[in-house]
DNA sequence: AAAAGGAGCAACCGCTCTAAG
DNA sequence: GCTTAGAGCGGTTGCTCCTTT
């Protein structure tokens, strides 16, 4: 009964990835596709657990990943979205599809705390940098701001789980439009994106083997190169034009054509083309939606924020928190 | 120039929930 | 119905690099 064990833990390796064990386990996701963790250090010969494989895929292998430089609207909106939702690194996440939980949230506590807080103890009153947060308005009523947040997505979460509401939540337009993970599936552009990622590696490998001295920190640099190409290339590749790196335009644009661009985890009904290439994607797991509490407020709330953002720069989240107080 | 301390980040740990057998 | 692996998540650790003294 139940299933056979997990991977040992006896010969497991931890620590770093170095550029083969990724080019290992980007090669057999390619063929076989993401899932059946359990199989991937058997089959591949990783001395890896299947967990760490998964952990390795999901937050750097996978393609259409961007990672560092944060923009000032991305940092916004994790402000916003930390103050809302608190900790929940992947609800978070999910509003930023080419940012990963654990990206979100080393950039929190490497970042951003420090610059809330700076902010709290600096000059009281509107930000300059467009940065607002709690310290520009008193502790008191921060708080109250934040229970009303609360407040709101409660009121939210028993709206969505109503029986009686004629639609539901995520089958609403809108909700499947401004979400990213359930946008229409571009499936050739996920083929090649994810083309691109294995490439990518496979000149990363090259780049190290010319170079074999200090493997370990090669191996970190080539990580740092091989994210950044890796991204560069599934923007480029994907052909969608939008970068996110020029801000939200292609998150909030959800209507423009180009919303082929990081929608390679949509929830895509559409079981054509299902090569290997594409099941990739379409078999891979997205954060769960249905426990992020106050969605379709937050969905309206967050969009509005980027049409604001769209127009003003400055004082966003202050002003979208004065908003929501006043819905109570 | 070297040591110390801090910052940043990748990876691990441990917990929970879900689903397979 | 029970057991156990898979998967997801948030917190924490530890390594590496950078800055300061």
Same mark, same amino acid.
């Given at each position: 009964?139940?299933?056979?064990?997990?991977?040992?833990?006896v010969g497991?390796?931890?620590?770093?990835?170095?550029?083969?064990?990724?080019?290992?386990l980007?090669?057999?996701?390619?063929?076989?596709? $993401?899932?059946?963790?359990?199989?991937? $250090?058997?089959?591949?010969?990783?001395?890896?657990?299947?967990?760490?494989?998964?952990?390795?895929?999901?937050?750097? !292998?996978?393609? =259409?990943?961007?990672?560092?430089?944060?923009?000032?609207?991305?940092?916004?909106?994790?402000?916003? !979205?930390?103050?809302?939702?608190?900790?929940?690194?992947?609800?978070?996440?999910?509003? !930023?599809?080419?940012?990963?939980?654990?990206?979100?949230?080393?950039?929190?506590?490497?970042?951003?705390k420090k610059?809330?807080k700076?902010?709290?103890?600096?000059?009281?009153?509107?930000?300059?940098?467009?940065?607002?947060?709690?310290? @520009?308005?008193?502790k008191?009523?921060?708080?109250?701001?934040?229970q009303?947040?609360?407040?709101?997505?409660?009121?939210?979460?028993?709206?969505?789980? @109503?029986?009686?509401?004629?639609?539901?939540?995520?089958?609403?337009?809108?909700f499947?439009?401004?979400?990213?993970?359930?946008?229409?599936?571009?499936?050739?552009?996920?083929?090649?994106?994810?083309?691109?990622?294995?490439?990518?590696?496979?000149?990363?490998?090259?780049?190290? &083997?010319?170079?074999? @001295?200090?493997?370990?920190?090669?191996?970190?640099?080539h990580?740092?190169?091989?994210?950044?190409?890796?991204?560069?290339?599934? *923007? *480029?590749?994907? =052909?969608?034009?939008?970068s996110?790196?020029?801000?939200?335009?292609?998150?909030?644009?959800?209507?423009?054509?180009? *919303?082929?661009?990081? /929608?390679?985890?949509?929830?895509?009904?559409?079981?054509?083309?299902l090569?290997?290439?594409? *099941?990739?994607?379409?078999?891979?797991s997205?954060?769960?939606?249905?426990?992020?509490?106050?969605?379709?407020?937050?969905?309206k709330?967050?969009?509005?924020?980027?049409?604001?953002?769209?127009h003003?720069?400055?004082?966003?989240? /202050? &002003?979208?928190?004065?908003?929501?107080?006043?819905?109570?």
């Amino acid at each position: 009964m139940g299933r056979p064990p997990c991977c040992d833990k006896v010969g497991v390796k931890k620590g770093p990835w170095t550029p083969e064990e990724d080019i290992i386990l980007v090669s057999y996701i390619q063929e076989h596709g $993401p899932g059946n963790w359990r199989s991937v $250090p058997t089959n591949t010969g990783l001395l890896r657990c299947s967990k760490s494989c998964r952990l390795r895929w999901t937050n750097y !292998l996978r393609p =259409g990943i961007k990672r560092g430089n944060f923009t000032e609207q991305e940092e916004k909106m994790i402000i916003h !979205l930390q103050a809302l939702l608190g900790n929940r690194w992947a609800a978070i996440a999910s509003y !930023l599809p080419q940012r990963t939980d654990n990206d979100i949230k080393n950039y929190w506590n490497t970042h951003l705390k420090k610059k809330l807080k700076k902010h709290q103890t600096g000059v009281d009153g509107e930000n300059r940098d467009g940065f607002s947060s709690p310290q @520009s308005v008193s502790k008191g009523q921060w708080e109250r701001r934040l229970q009303t947040d609360i407040k709101m997505a409660k009121q939210a979460l028993s709206d969505a789980l @109503s029986l009686d509401k004629p639609n539901s939540l995520t089958d609403s337009v809108e909700f499947k439009l401004s979400h990213p993970y359930l946008r229409p599936s571009q499936s050739q552009s996920q083929s090649s994106t994810y083309a691109s990622s294995a490439e990518n590696i496979s000149r990363l490998l090259q780049n190290w &083997m010319k170079t074999p @001295s200090k493997p370990a920190t090669t191996a970190a640099a080539h990580r740092e190169n091989s994210a950044e190409t890796m991204t560069q290339n599934s *923007s *480029s590749s994907t =052909g969608g034009g939008a970068s996110f790196a020029g801000g939200f335009d292609s998150f909030f644009s959800f209507n423009s054509s180009n *919303s082929d661009n990081v /929608s390679h985890e949509s929830v895509s009904a559409s079981n054509t083309n299902l090569t290997p290439e594409n *099941s990739v994607f379409q078999d891979e797991s997205k954060p769960d939606l249905g426990d992020q509490v106050p969605l379709k407020l937050i969905e309206k709330w967050l969009l509005d924020d980027g049409s604001a953002q769209a127009h003003e720069e400055e004082d966003l989240i /202050s &002003m979208s928190l004065e908003d929501s107080a006043g819905l109570f």
